[in-house]
């Protein structure tokens, strides 16, 4: 996909078909973090996919606790989180970028997206 066609067609999707995804492809996915910018180039994640069950549901229940906000304004209740085949968790090592961790963690969700779509897969931060 052309890369402004590839930002201009991501979308959040809440929505996801009960189907695995290849690790070859997760791969590639989270790959695109090695390049992503970092602040004094410190690249401090660490990715974590997430295909259990039990995971997911204390993922869901942290985003609940932390992030109330999204549930209220927006109605999202995220129980999506729960439902879809992957979670793509980006940590950000706070020793290596004590700063700037928040802008690095972004960055690197906004080009797994991107990733994401490109594949002609779907998710949302
Ligand atoms: C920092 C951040 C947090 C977000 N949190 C949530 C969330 O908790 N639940 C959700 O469903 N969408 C969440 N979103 C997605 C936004 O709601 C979404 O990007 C926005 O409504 C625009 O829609 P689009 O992504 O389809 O263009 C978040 C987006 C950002 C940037």
């Given at each position: 996909m052309e890369t402004i066609e590839c930002i201009k067609s991501r979308r959040s999707r809440r929505k996801y078909l009960k189907k695995d995804i290849d690790n070859k492809i997760l791969e590639e996915i989270?790959?695109?973090?090695?390049y992503c910018p970092s602040s004094l180039?410190?690249?401090?994640?660490?990715i974590v996919i997430v295909k259990e069950q039990e995971i997911k549901n204390k993922i869901f229940e942290l985003k609940k606790r932390f992030m109330p906000e999204f549930l209220i304004r927006l109605g999202y209740?995220?129980?999506c989180i729960v439902e879809a085949p992957v979670l793509i968790v980006v940590?950000?090592?706070t020793k290596k970028s004590p700063s700037r961790w928040l802008e690095d963690g972004v960055f690197a969700a906004n080009s797994l997206?991107?990733?994401i779509n490109n594949l002609g897969l779907g998710g949302f931060i």
């Open positions: 989270v790959d695109v973090v090695r180039n410190c690249q401090p994640w660490e209740t995220n129980e940590c950000v090592d997206l991107l990733a």
